[in-house]
């Protein structure tokens, strides 16, 4: 598996969260969106956090999809606790040896770390300067999918607290806490900083930037020495396949080791058949989407249909979405009944829709919203059932 290191993106990030970069704002909180599967995840680990640690930062990473079942304020609170303890290790081990009256930090050592962020025990504000305080260093907590966090109340109180913890921690030129938030939606990510109620109201947030022609390029070299009878490369071509596989990594990388494979089976240039799979992806991503939305109940349509009409905007039962949901299904439809289609979107595998604590619902996935753009601008929305097709699952089906 190749990894792209990402490190002049990484490194200048690190300077803007210690508050030294002129024109940022990123020592408030630093709120990164982009798509799935675009790197995220891996840029935060292998390359910021990395970079961190350089720059002398203890990083503290918490994925709030990680574990779904697991409540994300308590997550948040055990990545924390756990960052904690080997700290308050080395404290009673210096204790122990010097006497504990002679060990300023001390006071630290009644932390229950199984109990940070419980009614009963240390709040998150105090664990987090406890470490601060015990690591004697800066430290960045870095949240991904912090979105998710407005799922569970529990979820929304840590983040009240770590909004909190920022303010009472850093001082203009001395930040000892940065905080991180990434999430694959800027429409829910906006949930945590755009309304008065928001904990981080006023924050922006920023789109992290893809891959690019350099990690094309990159590739480009390595084939190129692996492969020499393929000079040159056409790394423009590869470039725009990239571009058609959505800017995704994983699944370039997969295709391109189908296409170099021996077995490939491909006369012409590699590029070309490059090209042709990063359109049947498009193809494929598309018809999942669709075979998705055909598969719901006719009411269940007409409220993902809404929600992708909506946007932000999106209300489910006001009068207007009610009349939408009756027109679409020609029956009568009440509050009640959209509730129960908005809940089986929620439940369904994968899940179509999500919903916050405040009773908020956005699209699960926001690559919907591209897929419904697309075929509107085509006039080929709502997708509509084929009878061939349903002729066919007919006779498949026993
Ligand atoms: N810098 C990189 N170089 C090479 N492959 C990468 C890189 N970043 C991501 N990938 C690939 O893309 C996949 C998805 O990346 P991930 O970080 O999980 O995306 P996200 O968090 O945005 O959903 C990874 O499993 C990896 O295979
Ligand atoms: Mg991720």
Redesign the pocket.
Known sequence: ??????TQLAEELVVALQGKAVFSDAHNGLFLA??????????LQ?DLMPALERAGVVVVYADLWADQRRDPGALIAEVIGRALQPHLGVIAKAAKKAGLEKISLAGWLQIDTSRIGKLDGVPLVEALRALSETADAPIALII?EAQHALTSEAGENAMAALKSARDQLNRPGAIKLMLVMSG?DRDKLLRLVNTTGAPFYGSQIQRMPE?GQD?IAHIGGLIESQRPELKPVDNAALFEAFQGFGY???FF?EALGLVLSPLSGIGGRFEQAMLVAAQQRQRDDEAQMESDYLGLKPLERAVLWRMLEQGPRFRPYDAEALKFYREQTRTSVSAQKAQNALESLRQHVPALVWKSARGEYAVDDAAMHRWYEKRLNEGSWPPADSQIDLDFEGQQSP
């Open positions: 598996m190749i990894h792209y290191p990402r982009a798509p799935r599967r675009t790197g995220k995840s891996t840029f292998a991904d694959s891959l990690f995704r990594p994983q990388m």
